[in-house]
């Protein structure tokens, strides 16, 4: 299977091309933390939390293959890699956020603090994430400490399973660039 040459970039298109790429990422992580703060979850709120949680992950997962076969067919994998973690990376951590907040809506004694506001909830996702864990904002239940649980799990997944496969999507093309113009090449001669 042979694809289009890939064209040497100028370091001005390079430069360019990184710029791109470097916008359309913050414009994807705004829009997604607008979205967070924004979008009123009266609908949600009605599905069991366990339900939400559960078609959260399966976007999460959706929007990731979705991203890797966007890195599979790009010109640069790389600046392409880029983006799709912007998107992927707050897409995970507002979902965890947004659970946070239901989770404390339906039952204000689930965190230590009472209930969570949105930017508690983004605040806890996060604490979590970057394994910081102050202590102002704490599981009380056993609901909630379960769900931290799966996010910490999954935050060790992510972090190493999930950036290795996206390093190697990036590998993977770039192999494949080689592979097709060294094939042109031969073709040539």
Do not use: C
Not at 28 to 57: E, K
Not at 70 to 77: G, K, L, T, V, Y
Not at 123 to 137: E, N, P, Q, R, S
């Amino acid at each position: 299977m042979t694809g289009p040459r890939v064209r040497p970039l100028s370091p001005a298109q390079r430069r360019r091309l990184i710029t791109r790429g470097l916008l359309r990422a913050l414009a994807s992580t705004t829009v997604l933390v607008a979205l967070y703060f924004l979008v009123p979850f009266t609908v949600i709120n009605a599905v069991p939390l366990v339900t939400w949680l559960g078609v959260a992950l399966l976007v999460l997962v959706g929007v990731s293959v979705w991203q890797l076969r966007a890195i599979a067919r790009s010109e640069h994998p790389r600046v392409r890699a880029i983006v799709a973690l912007a998107v992927t990376a707050p897409l995970y951590l507002l979902l965890f956020a947004t659970t946070y907040f239901l989770m404390s809506s339906g039952d204000p004694a689930a965190f230590t603090s009472g209930a969570l506001t949105r930017l508690d909830g983004l605040y806890l996702t996060v604490t979590v994430f970057a394994t910081v864990g102050f202590g102002d904002i704490s599981p009380a239940t056993q609901n909630a400490r379960l769900i931290v649980m799966i996010q910490m799990i999954l935050n060790l997944l992510v972090l190493g399973a999930g950036i290795k496969v996206f390093v190697g999507a990036v590998q993977r093309r770039r192999k494949d660039q080689e592979e097709d113009a060294n094939t042109a090449a031969d073709g040539d001669a």
